[in-house]
Nanobody, 118 residues
Framework: QVHLVESGGGSLQAGGSLKLSCAAS????????TGWSRHALVKEREGVAC????????YYDDSVKGRFTISQDNATNTMYLQMNSLKPEDTAMYYC???????????WGQGTQVTVSS
């Protein structure tokens, strides 16, 4: 089973950019559907990006469309989430995930915190 470890979170001001990384081990991520979700306080976890790697198709939540980009480096078995024009409402714990579909992520990382101040 694949094991995922996120990194790259931090604190920054609104309008800034951050790139999250997710290192995978134990299995190659290009055989999975991969994605990123976030969980903010007093809110439910929400999916922000999903990547059907074999088809090369990406989906984004409307709240991040045009600002976030999901990508993957198969050579290093690493997933990325580039986040631009960050807003305070993007503040959350961000998790990478892998599984059979965007609605069935069986494996999750431990999360990395992103805090955006106004």
């Amino acid at each position: 089973q694949v094991h995922l470890v996120e990194s790259g979170g931090g604190s920054l001001q609104a309008g800034g950019s951050l790139k999250l990384s997710c290192a995978a081990s134990g299995h190659t991520v290009n055989t999975y559907v991969t994605g990123w979700s976030r969980h903010a306080l007093v809110k439910e976890r929400e999916g922000v990006a999903c990547f059907y790697t074999r088809a090369g198709v990406m989906y984004y939540d409307d709240s991040v469309k045009g600002r976030f980009t999901i990508s993957q480096d198969n050579a290093t078995n690493t997933m990325y989430l580039q986040m631009n024009s960050l807003k305070p409402e993007d503040t959350a714990m961000y998790y990478c995930a892998a599984g059979g579909s965007c609605y069935d992520f069986g494996v999750w990382g431990q999360g990395t915190q992103v805090t955006v101040s106004s």
